[in-house]
């Protein structure tokens, strides 16, 4: 623990002069981990085990090639590292969890919803969708990408402190997303419930919809980054950018709404992403106020 009762990580130490942030251990951290898993499961000749294992690298790299005292061009390309390994790892995941062995979680997700809610929202919902509003719903659901790009890019351009801070529960919300997506791996309601009526739709849903499917990777429901991710980052902006907040609020909103009634999340699985956003809210919190964050801004 530090003087100021943080953990060491998140305090003023540094691994033998090179500063490692939060989300670099997290993220590193889940990277190896998976390796490790793939290589019990599948070898450690398996081109996942292998992927995996150099993405971990990618983050060891990432660390000792900016230097003890990078520069803002090297803290931004050092952090911009983890949006590609994010990319590369999602992915993966697709014909990586297959191999470890884990049970599809549709049915016990399913179930959590039943229980928790006495109705299952994909069956409640097959017949109240209008064209109209399935359009919305899918510009609704489109919206996620402006946030996740838009969001930690205003930071990166104007405010480095900022955007380091916003990375690191950004991308420690991920690490536990992802370790989710590998415990309890599920296609959602769409693929678990092919049998309801399909999604009737205008020109957007006609679209974009077939071009959202393909962009799966299969496992990616529980817990919801959907929600997660745009949920840390509208709490974020709260903090830092209040006025960008109250724009993105009503947008982010329907965000959430749009993951259940395109049938791609249980309700349980925006209840666990509100679980893991909160982690990464406080995680960033804890390293703004740290020696860490402190000894880094001071330096540039």
Do not use: K
């Amino acid at each position: 623990m530090s003087a100021d009762g943080l953990p060491m990580n998140l305090g003023s130490a540094s691994l033998r002069g090179w500063r490692v942030l939060p989300h670099e251990w997290a993220f590193g951290g889940f990277l190896g981990l998976t390796a490790l898993r793939l290589a019990l499961h599948a070898g450690f000749a398996d081109w996942h085990t292998l992927a995996f294992a150099a993405l971990t690298l990618g983050c060891v790299v990432g660390v000792v090639i900016s230097g003890p005292g990078p520069s803002p061009l090297a803290w931004r390309l050092r952090l911009l590292w983890y949006p590609c390994a994010m990319g590369l790892a999602f992915y993966t995941l697709g014909t990586a969890v297959p191999l470890l062995g884990v049970a599809p979680a549709d049915a016990l997700l399913g179930w959590l919803d039943q229980t928790l809610l006495g109705f299952t929202p994909a069956v409640a919902l097959a017949d109240l969708h209008w064209p109209w509003l399935t359009d919305l719903m899918v510009a609704a659901y489109l919206f996620f990408f402006y946030i996740l790009i838009f969001g930690p890019g205003w930071y990166c351009v104007h405010d480095l402190a900022r955007f380091r801070t916003c990375f690191v529960g950004l991308f420690t919300t991920y690490s536990l997303g992802f370790l989710g997506y590998t415990l309890l791996p599920a296609g959602g309601p769409h693929l678990s419930m092919a049998q309801l009526p399909p999604l009737a739709g205008g020109w957007l849903t006609q679209t974009m919809l077939p071009v959202v499917n393909h962009g799966s990777n299969g496992v990616d429901v529980f817990p919801s980054i959907h929600c997660a991710a745009s949920l840390y980052l509208l709490a974020f902006d709260y903090r830092y950018y209040r006025r960008r907040y109250w724009w993105l609020l009503l947008p982010c909103i329907a965000l959430w709404i749009s993951t259940v009634y395109l049938r791609y999340h249980y309700v349980v699985d925006l209840l666990g992403g509100v679980v893991i956003a909160g982690v990464g809210g406080w995680v960033a919190s804890r390293y703004a106020r740290s020696a860490l964050a402190a000894e880094i801004d001071a330096t540039r």
